[in-house]
């Protein structure tokens, strides 16, 4: 689903809770005249070649200084169309995804070992831009040429705005999610109008710990069909093997046997 990565189809990747929470002004999707926004210490290779590459770059605000007070890091996500998200000193999925988000600035994830938390719920392919690392060289050539205001406003509609009716948004499921709201007592519309990714990741609210339990029970229920599958197939694997061959062979030989005297007995 995103750049190359082995991990179990069952994993379930926990978000790390924003400090921030969705403002009118994360909703704005023009006034942002910073093409590419990033601050943070350099202790990544990732970090450290973005930084390399972007520092100079009109257009793009990307440093290792950090903001002065949480007033002058929103300002600063405010004013950016596009955030970095980049691997530091723990994982790319780190708080910084969600931040970005909650300030309506499309995360550009660079990375080559993401693994987004509800994965089979979310729309994520719509809701940010997922890049190798090896992409970094032409990250400001990418966000210049490659990405349209149409492609930018879909990504802001999923994560600022939320979804109109009928339109790609959440969740990505579909058929899980009539099965939610079923059991909720809610129509498909009346629950999913309007949801976006800055409000599934507002821990206090109810989005975020319906799907995360959806998702978790989904990916149970499959490991254990799985498991029951590989059992069977297991039994079925047995039965071909060379003790179960003798086995038939005997119980023929038997059964050959048994008719022979039925049919002696019989003779005149």
């Known amino acids: ?37 990033f601050a943070g210490s350099p202790n990544s290779c990732a970090r450290t070649r973005v930084l390399a590459a972007l520092s100079a770059e009109p257009g793009f605000d990307v440093s290792t200084s950090f903001a002065k007070d949480d007033g002058d890091y929103r300002e600063r996500m405010w004013r950016a169309r596009f955030c970095f998200v980049l691997r530091g000193s ?45 992409s970094i060289p032409r990250l400001a050539e990418i966000l210049r040429h490659e990405i349209t205001e149409a492609d930018r406003w879909r990504y802001f509609q999923n994560i600022a705005l939320g979804s109109p009716p009928g339109a ?11 099965s939610m709201v079923a059991a909720k007592g809610l129509d ?38 799985k498991a029951c599958q590989e059992k069977h197939s297991a039994v079925l694997a047995s039965l071909s093997g060379p003790s179960s061959k003798a086995a038939f062979r005997w119980l023929l030989d038997l059964s050959r046997r048994r008719e022979q005297r039925r049919g002696a007995r019989h003779e005149p």
Not at 168 to 178: H, L, R, Y
Request: glycine share 4%; with cysteine.
């Open 1 to 37: 689903m995103f750049p190359a990565r082995s991990f179990y189809e069952q994993d379930t990747v926990i978000s790390i809770p924003s400090r921030f929470s969705p403002h009118p002004r994360s909703r704005r999707f023009g006034g942002r005249p910073v093409l590419g926004f």
């Open 90 to 134: 723990s994982h790319t999925n780190n708080v910084r995804l969600y931040d970005v988000m909650a300030h309506g600035c499309v995360p550009v994830v660079v990375s080559d070992d993401f693994q987004a938390p509800l994965d089979r719920l979310l729309p994520w392919r719509e809701m940010a831009v997922f890049l190798p690392t090896s």
């Open 168 to 178: 790609k948004g959440f969740p990505a499921d579909v058929e899980m999610a009539k």
């Open 188 to 225: 498909e519309e009346t629950l999913w109008s309007g949801l976006s990714a800055s409000k599934v990741f507002e821990w206090h609210d109810s989005h975020f710990w319906m799907l995360f339990f959806a998702d978790v029970a989904s990916k149970l229920r499959d490991r254990m069909q």
